[in-house]
């Protein structure tokens, strides 16, 4: 096994290949296909760059689970240190369920999954995350539409993720109030908002973000 097979800890980047007409379709109207998969794409080597960032200070794994493209696609593309697989089938929960089961079964204690379409992401928030999963059975960062960018589990449950309204603004709600059934200790992470739709490109306007600084490092 390599040294991030064996990390008690694993950062996941779910994400899709950024090819036009197949990935932020929301945001065609205002951008074009063409630009809305270029976003994705700066979007997507900001979040490997912050988790880069991260792993240079704590030791974890980091992964991406990928659709869209091949795996030689996604190999030429992301950083040569980070795991790479294809999701899961069904929606996003089912999606989401598959990929925490799976890395606990692997032996990880502590797993966090984020989307690639927060660029408020930073690397203090993704080791916050995992520093509440130590006493925590949940973490969520709440996403300012009513979803969520992060979720970590210190432990599986694979019911979490039953009888929600997947991208609708009830699915952070409707994930606190399954937990707090479940009897799951939560602990929240600051709000941000994603990038999904063209109201939301003003976000990304006043934050006066610079992408071409986060370039994919091989």
Not at 67 to 76: I, K, Q, S, T, V
Not at 131 to 143: K, M
Request: charged fraction near 25%.
């Amino acid at each position: 096994m390599t040294q991030a097979e064996l990390q008690s800890e694993i950062l996941i980047v779910f994400t899709r290949f950024p090819q036009p007409g197949q990935t932020k379709t929301r945001l065609i109207p205002a951008l074009g296909a063409s630009g809305a998969a270029e976003l994705q794409r700066q979007m997507a080597e900001y979040t490997f760059f912050q988790c880069g960032a991260l792993a240079s200070k704590r030791k974890l794994a980091i992964a991406v689970h990928y659709e869209g493209g091949d795996e030689g696609g996604w190999r030429r593309w992301i950083p040569s240190t980070m795991l790479c697989r294809p999701q899961g089938k069904g929606n996003l929960g089912e999606r989401l369920e598959q990929s925490f089961a799976g890395s606990f079964r692997e032996g990880r204690e502590r797993v966090i999954i984020v989307g690639s379409d927060c660029p408020f992401l930073t690397p203090e928030i993704l080791a916050e995350g995992f520093d509440l999963l130590l006493d925590n059975d949940l973490v969520i960062g709440p996403a300012l539409d009513g979803g969520y960018y992060l979720i970590g589990l210190s432990k599986p449950d694979d019911l979490l993720w039953a009888d929600i309204a997947w991208g609708t603004d009830k699915v952070l709600q409707q994930t606190i109030e399954i937990a707090r059934k479940r009897g799951l200790t939560l602990a929240l992470l600051p709000s941000l908002a994603d990038i999904d739709r063209p109201e939301d490109l003003q976000k990304l306007h006043d934050s006066r973000i610079s992408f071409h600084c986060f370039t994919c490092r091989k």
